[in-house]
């Protein structure tokens, strides 16, 4: 019965045939608390004034565009770093001295973000509010020494109210013209 | 033993025959569905003459869903995005376009790591969610 097992698995790996994940375009909770985490209302200024803040904040922190389309307040840029991580290297050393052979770790990673400005579609006394929300998402393609690549989206909630806290900044100034 | 050895070989060998296309199926992506029937499960019609809100909804579905937008363009109707989920990237293209004055065609298709996705349950939960950032009805057909 194990042999089936493995013999089962390694043919659906070898086939390479991987199923979607169900639900995999259902929103669910947990990606509805993420909206709020990714997203932030700035009023009182222009949708060109919030894009044009918003490609200096990228800039600021070393992205560089990738494409655009201002008609629809999106803005993607990527960047790449180093991705070496000290632990994973500790781990990687005492793994070789245990005799398990040379592990693959970090090397660099593509950094790549997403930012989506909206209007606020809400009425007070009849008049349309003049708000945007900004909406941001991370991700990063990992290359590790053999090559190899991993995927994932940063979910981490400082790595957001540090970049809104920047994007604040930045609105302040394009709106002050400084 | 022997018996069960025997039935994972046949099995891995009919799951392999069965992933392998020829380069031309590749490229064409000449399934076993028709053009027609991959159309049919990706397209749905909303009853909006709005472009733009139909394109700002399926960026916020699509970000919703944990997508990173990738690129858009408002003349051609054209959004894409990618996500990862459990070592998976999954990655779609919509695009919007008008359908006489007052209907909105919107098409969707996607890729799972390498292959298409063609379970139209997938599409079909995509639309219920755009439905619901739309305030709208999808309909069905052409």
Redesign the interface.
């Known amino acids: ?1 194990r ?2 097992v ?3 698995s ?3 790996l ?8 169900p ?5 669910s909770q947990e ?2 608390a ?2 709020q985490i ?1 997203t932030r209302r700035y009023d009182g200024i222009k949708e060109e004034n919030l894009l044009i803040a918003s490609s200096n904040v990228l800039q600021d922190m070393g992205f560089s565009l ?2 655009s ?1 201002t ?4 803005l ?1 840029a990527s960047k790449q770093r180093d991705a070496t991580h000290g632990g994973e290297i500790a781990a990687a050393i005492i793994i070789a001295l245990l005799g398990g052979g040379a592990t693959p770790i970090s090397k660099d990673q593509t950094i ?3 930012l ?1 400005v ?1 209007p606020v579609q809400a009425t007070v006394d009849n008049t349309p509010v003049d708000g945007h929300f900004v ?1 941001v ?3 990063r393609i990992v290359r590790r020494t053999d090559n190899s690549t ?4 940063l979910n981490e909630k400082e790595l957001y109210e540090g970049f809104f806290e920047k994007l604040s900044k930045s609105v302040f100034l394009e709106a002050q013209k400084i | 033993m022997s018996k069960s050895i025997l039935l994972g070989c046949t099995s891995l060998t009919l799951l392999l025959a069965g992933c392998n296309a020829t380069m031309n199926q590749r490229v064409l992506d000449t399934g076993d569905e028709s053009q027609l029937q991959k159309r049919s499960y990706q397209t749905r019609v909303f009853d909006t003459s709005d472009k733009e809100k139909v394109m700002r909804g399926v960026i916020s579905t699509l970000q919703d869903l944990s997508f990173v937008i990738e690129r858009a363009d408002m003349m051609l109707g054209t959004v894409s995005g990618t996500k990862f989920q459990n070592q998976l990237a999954i990655r779609m293209t919509v695009s919007v376009r008008p359908k006489g004055s007052n209907q909105m065609v919107v098409r969707a298709n996607g890729q799972l790591n390498i292959k298409p996705i063609e379970d139209p349950k997938a599409y079909q939960d995509f639309y219920s969610s755009l439905e619901k950032s739309l305030f709208l009805t999808a309909q069905l057909g052409e």
């Open positions: 019965m042999n089936l493995i013999v089962c390694a043919a659906v070898l086939a390479g045939c991987v199923t979607l994940p639900n995999a375009f259902v929103v990606q509805l993420r909206r990714e990738d494409n389309e008609k629809l307040g999106l993607s790549r973000v997403a989506v909206r909406r998402t991370f991700q991993y995927a994932e989206t």
